[in-house]
């Protein structure tokens, strides 16, 4: 296995569409990076360029110690796994997961051995002479890695290969290309739209937007420490929570207010973000997670951190209940937050901007199934310790040193 680096890398299309803008980016030996953002953010483009199946209209794509630029794919020596499964259904299984290795003229023995060993590797022994027919989903997505595996490449390149199959079997499947990058030891780039895909199977996640790479770090670091307000409001289920505010002076502390409500910044928040001090007085964007709201009824939270909402709709999880409510403020309407709620659904994003006429935040939190929280009702959230982050409402970047 071996490092993929991208240093300053473009795609430009002859329409002048820029796919892919400046993207550096550096995948370790043994790494599962996974590329994510929304349709259209390059992430596929990238991980084509690095299999040579797009050209590079500048920068530098390194494999191992050697720029392949100009190297055609069958030179490159990476895999790829495809969202299509892409088998030869006239083949059997055994045939499909050898045919890579025929192509390279290796002998009828060393090819069975390995065929065999990939097979055990992803328990498909019993399905050796199926058509794929008569596989399930799962099972042909199986086959389509092991055709990947037998090639014992320098990278994998998996390009949404989950998005087939039905919810259930996607989380099945997650779980066993976790297992199997930790026991190859492999070099992996996937690219997804999920979110949750991202955070459940990368050693690091990159978020990318219009051809750019937003932030990379370890799933943690990405929802703890978002460093604008795309990465913040497109790592989390339910998206994170953004209305205008601003930043008041209130004895010797500071409270960020937003619309009729005022909540006080605290101790965590303030070490965390030492630059508010200097943003008091200006206007902000306020993000707070619907995992750091509590119901008040139901909690000690204290008065100063705590506003209220009206309850329009709850969704019953069993052991949550997701509490949507309107709070009386503006909501924050920037170009990031357009393009995260668009990404969900083009209607609600017609909501906000008419909700922002109405001066009135839709907000979402997920409470305890023993919340008595009704639709039509008036509600009081309490903020949890050092939950609330704050962004510039011009640049988005976050607002921390």
Not at 87 to 107: E, G, I, T
Not at 147 to 163: G, Y
Not at 337 to 349: K, P, T
Request: charged share 25%; proline share 5%; with cysteine.
């Amino acid at each position: 296995m071996a490092e993929v680096t991208f240093e300053g890398v473009e795609k430009v299309y002859p329409d002048g569409t820029q796919a892919v803008d400046d993207l550096s980016l550096e995948v370790a030996h043994g790494e599962l990076m996974v590329l994510v953002g929304p349709s259209g953010c390059g992430k596929t483009t990238a991980l084509r360029m690095v299999a040579g199946l797009e050209e590079i209209t500048s920068g530098e794509i390194t494999i191992g110690d050697e720029v392949v630029n100009e190297l055609p794919p069958r030179e490159r020596d990476v895999a790829m796994v495809f969202q299509n499964y892409a088998l030869y259904p006239h083949k059997s299984v055994y045939d499909n997961l050898a045919f890579p290795l025929k192509l390279r003229k290796m002998s009828s023995a060393a090819i069975d051995e390995r065929v065999k060993r990939v097979a055990r590797l992803l328990e498909l022994e019993e399905n050796l002479d199926r058509k794929p027919r008569l596989l399930s989903g799962g099972q042909r997505q199986r086959v389509a890695m092991g055709r990947a595996i037998v090639r014992e490449p320098q990278a994998f390149l998996m390009d949404e290969p989950l998005s087939n199959l039905d919810a259930k079997l996607r989380t099945q499947m997650r779980a066993e290309i976790s297992q199997l990058h930790r026991e190859l030891g492999a070099t992996m780039i996937y690219v997804t739209h999920d979110q949750v895909e991202a955070m459940t199977l990368g050693t690091r996640v990159a978020v990318m937007r219009k051809g750019e790479l937003q932030q990379v770090g370890t799933p943690r670091s990405l929802y703890a420490q978002p460093q604008n307000v795309f990465v913040a409001g497109f790592i989390g289920s339910p998206s994170m929570n953004f209305v205008e505010a601003e930043l008041e002076s209130v004895g010797g502390g500071i409270d960020v207010v937003f619309g009729s409500e005022r909540l006080a910044v605290d101790g965590d928040e303030n070490a965390l973000r030492p630059a508010l001090a200097s943003h008091v007085g200006q206007r902000v964007i306020l993000g707070i997670r619907p995992q750091s709201l509590v119901d008040a009824a139901l909690t000690t939270s204290p008065p100063q951190r705590r506003f209220q909402g009206l309850v329009r709709l709850t969704e019953d999880l069993g052991s949550e209940i997701v509490v949507h409510f309107d709070v009386q403020a503006s909501p924050a309407v920037t170009d990031e937050v357009r393009e995260i709620v668009q990404d969900v659904d083009q209607v609600a994003l017609d909501d906000l901007e008419h909700e922002r006429e109405r001066q009135r935040t839709p907000f979402a939190a997920r409470f305890p199934a023993s919340t008595a929280a009704q639709s039509g009702q008036t509600i009081e959230v309490g903020a949890t310790p050092g939950s609330l982050y704050f962004f510039d409402p011009t640049t988005g970047q976050s607002i921390q040193t």
